[in-house]
């Protein structure tokens, strides 16, 4: 690991919810160096996710800042903050989300429409992705045709094809079968310590955990460090 | 363009949704595009007018016949240069349905007041000699297969002959075309003097003057004049422009105009109504899809324009078939019809009209999805999915 990838400094998030102000995350610290793999746990409520969304730019603090990569994210514009998206994020999430209506390839090249490249480099940046996560051979399949897994597994190709530093993982086997959600964190570890990406993932499966460098557990908007299993 | 898959693939997301909606925005603009063509012909005689030329009709109503004598004192109004007069005989040729424009003239000053028209100097001479004869435009001899020397039967409606008889037979003396690419030919010219004199009744009137001004004469002062010579006389006159005669001649059909108008406002309502309900209910079903997209990077302005550029394809697709399915039929009624309805085109001016309607619907039944789908909130839709 070499420095600090992201960096969340007094962050506060509150919500309102009806006449009710409700306080999510409170007055959190966090590094996350450049090339970790944290798992984040925790009871339903307790922020996981929000804390996802504050590190990806989805949303933004009440108070604190978020800098990912030397960008302070909680101060950008919407349109600056969805281009910084494009190159510097990839997101994982538990239902796959990819769009039916796409191959597995033009799904995985969706991140691509947003550069300059053409045509051909974005076809063959796609199958390099789908190479990464075994599916070469699933291309031309639709996501009806493919299994839980396989879906998960172009997910995951889409999220890395524009290179980014840092992978946000919303419960990314939540939906899957043990053996299956063995591979695809298997593919996580890869993807970490071969092709150096910092992951951020959030889970409630203890075993899923096991597979990051470090575990944090958050409740009642604190994150509390405790060793991986 | 490179979003353009993408655009293609959720527009087909339902395919039978979609081909409902392509299936009516077809028949709106199947419609648009034959009415365009039939209101066309109806507003050509106007397009075509000259400026130069007045018309002299009955004040009350161009039913009306004025003298025949008025013809001297109107050439010897200040301003005019010439004067011809025409009238109204509307007869058939073999089978009722068989209805085009004829009418009695005079042949010498008829075509100087009409330079547009040419016809080889042979056959005017022809035609002028021969007092049964008639000079048809080229497209009505092409309906009806005309050649010069036919001998050609047209039963009367109106003017019976003194013998009793409807039918009025004429030697075809010759075939005129026009310089004017959107004038009519689909008319039958015939020597007033022969009507006159064998028809029962109506004798010693014509039906309306065409009078041309002299260069420099202001055309509103001369038609001022006319009138006021034959105030107060049983025939007072109404003197107007060719355009306005053109323009009140096609209202006693009704307002064609306003009538198009009505029906395409009516079927484009509709069709706004039928196509934002499907793009409405595309992107309601697929919020989460957007969120993804949102999340992926896709700015705002890009889901907006991803959206609205689904609708605007919709619309262009069964527009532009419905527009060319139009084209081919109004060839066909152009050439059906050519003699009882001349002009019937689909004219350049309609096709873009129409690719501007198809743009403006497009965008105007997908802007509301839209905005929806360019404020949608990344973490709402996220976790409602």
């Known amino acids: ?229 | 363009m490179k979003y353009f898959r993408l655009i293609w693939k959720n527009a087909w997301r339902k395919k039978i949704r979609t081909s409902l909606t392509i299936l009516s925005v077809f028949v709106a603009f199947l419609l648009y595009s034959l009415l365009s063509a039939i209101g066309y012909a109806f507003k050509g005689g106007i397009d075509v007018a000259d400026a130069e030329r007045l018309i002299v009709i009955d004040k009350i109503t161009l039913i009306n016949p004025l003298p025949v004598s008025y013809q001297n004192r109107i050439a010897a109004t200040d301003g005019v240069a010439s004067v011809t007069h025409a009238s109204w005989f509307g007869g058939y040729y073999q089978e009722p349905q068989n209805q085009f424009g004829q009418f009695p003239v005079d042949p010498e000053s008829y075509f100087a007041m009409y330079p547009e028209f040419n016809m080889p100097e042979e056959q005017l001479d022809a035609w002028k000699r021969n007092r049964t004869g008639m000079v048809v435009g080229q497209e009505l001899a092409d309906a009806y297969g005309w050649k010069v020397g036919d001998r050609v039967p047209i039963q009367a409606t109106i003017w019976t002959r003194k013998d009793g008889s409807r039918t009025w037979e004429f030697d075809l003396e010759g075939i005129f075309s026009t310089d004017d690419p959107r004038g009519s030919t689909a008319l039958m010219l015939f020597h007033y003097d022969y009507f006159d004199e064998a028809r029962a009744f109506g004798q010693g009137t014509v039906g309306w003057y065409i009078l041309r001004v002299t260069g420099g004469a202001d055309p509103v002062q001369v038609a001022k004049a006319i009138d006021s010579q034959f105030a107060n006389s049983p025939s007072e006159t109404k003197t107007s422009t060719e355009a306005a005669f053109a323009k009140s001649f096609m209202e006693q059909f009704g307002n064609i105009a306003m009538i198009v108008t009505l029906i395409l406002g009516a079927v484009f309502f509709t069709l706004l109504l039928v196509s934002g309900n499907t793009m409405s209910q595309s992107v309601r079903e697929r919020i989460s899809e957007l969120a993804v997209l949102k999340t992926l990077g896709f700015g705002d302005r890009s889901v907006l324009g991803i959206v609205l550029s689904e609708s605007i394809l919709i619309m262009l697709i069964g527009g532009l078939l419905g527009l060319g399915l139009g084209w081919i039929i109004v060839q066909g009624i152009a050439r059906q019809f050519a003699a009882f309805l001349p002009g019937v085109f689909l004219s350049p001016a309609a096709i873009v009209i129409g690719i501007t309607l198809m743009v403006g619907a497009g965008i105007l039944a997908g802007m509301f999805p839209a905005v929806k789908a360019m404020r949608l909130s990344i973490i709402d839709a996220l976790a409602r999915a």
């Not at chain 1, 798992?39 to 996981?48: F, L, T």
Request: proline residues 3%; aromatic residues 4%; hydrophobic residues 40%.
């Open chain 1, 1 to 229: 690991m070499t420095g600090v990838l992201a960096k969340l400094e007094g962050v506060s998030r509150t919500y309102q919810k009806g006449k009710e102000k409700v306080e999510v995350l409170h007055n959190l610290d966090l590094e996350i160096p450049d090339g970790d793999f944290i798992a984040v746990m925790g009871p339903s409520g307790s922020g996981k996710t929000t804390l996802l969304n504050l590190l990806g730019g989805l949303d933004r603090p009440t108070s604190g800042t978020v800098t990912v990569g030397g960008a302070e994210i909680s101060s950008m514009s919407n349109n600056k903050l969805s281009r910084w998206r494009s190159t510097n994020i990839g997101f994982i999430f538990q239902f796959y989300n990819l769009l039916p209506v796409l191959t597995a390839q033009r799904n995985v090249e969706l991140p691509l429409l947003l550069t300059n490249f053409g045509a051909k480099e974005r076809a063959k940046r796609a199958a390099i992705a789908l190479d990464i996560v075994g599916l070469s051979d699933r291309a031309r399949h639709y996501p009806r045709e493919l299994s839980g897994g396989q879906e998960q597994r172009v997910a995951i190709a889409r999220a890395i094809v524009s290179d980014p530093k840092l992978l946000l993982c919303d419960e990314p086997t939540g939906d899957l079968d043990r053996e299956t959600a063995d591979e695809i964190l298997r593919l996580l570890q890869v993807l970490n310590r071969e092709h150096g990406k910092t992951i951020v993932m959030v889970t409630h499966d203890a075993q899923a955990a096991a597979f990051a460098n470090r575990m944090l557990h958050c409740d009642k908007g604190t994150l509390e460090a405790r060793e991986a299993a």
